[in-house]
């Protein structure tokens, strides 16, 4: 979901884990020269959703790394295809009451410019919740968590789904 810490948590997990750190928003802002907002005002979501996959699919065919995804990556089954057989995916589950106090001021997420952010943020939990979990190969709840807590166990989770790779 937007605001449940994916970046944040990626980038800590990156330095503990010595990977390096890729978000696809990052990247995608890169190569467009701009700002996923502004791109969203400009040519709609299905346009920035065809440059999402496009990113997905690049970056889950290289080199090992921690990618960091935007929340709505899973809205197409070709991306949950694409990252789940790429890598170990984590769901940082986060209800959305909880990301409603985090995300209330904030202006840069196009989804969440609209009259009731809070019943937007539910109306994406009950459309993507499904879909986060079939692409997960374990969820964490993120709230309360510290950072440190949150890095901690994905590193956990990985060390017990591949020990003898660590």
């Known amino acids: ?7 944040t948590v990626a980038r800590q997990l990156g330095r503990r884990l010595d990977l390096p750190v890729v978000d696809t928003d990052a990247v995608i802002e890169a190569r467009i020269g701009g700002t996923i907002r502004d791109f969203f005002a400009r040519e709609g979501e299905a346009a920035f959703r065809d440059l999402e996959q496009q990113t997905i699919a690049e970056l889950t065919g290289g080199a090992s790394n921690v990618l960091s995804t935007g929340g709505g990556a899973v809205l197409r089954r070709a991306n949950r295809q694409r990252l789940r057989a790429g890598g170990t995916v984590i769901y940082l589950r986060i209800l959305p009451e909880y990301l409603f106090r985090r995300l209330r001021k904030d202006t840069k997420r196009p989804l969440l410019q609209v009259g009731n952010p809070l019943a937007r943020l539910q109306e994406l939990y009950a459309q993507r919740d499904p879909l986060y979990r079939e692409c997960a190969h374990f969820t964490l709840d993120a709230h ?11 590193v956990m989770q990985l060390d017990l789904m591949q020990p003898r790779h660590r």
Do not use: C
């Open 1 to 7: 979901m937007p605001g449940a810490g994916k970046t």
């Open 144 to 154: 309360g968590a510290s950072l440190a807590m949150l890095v901690n166990r994905v």
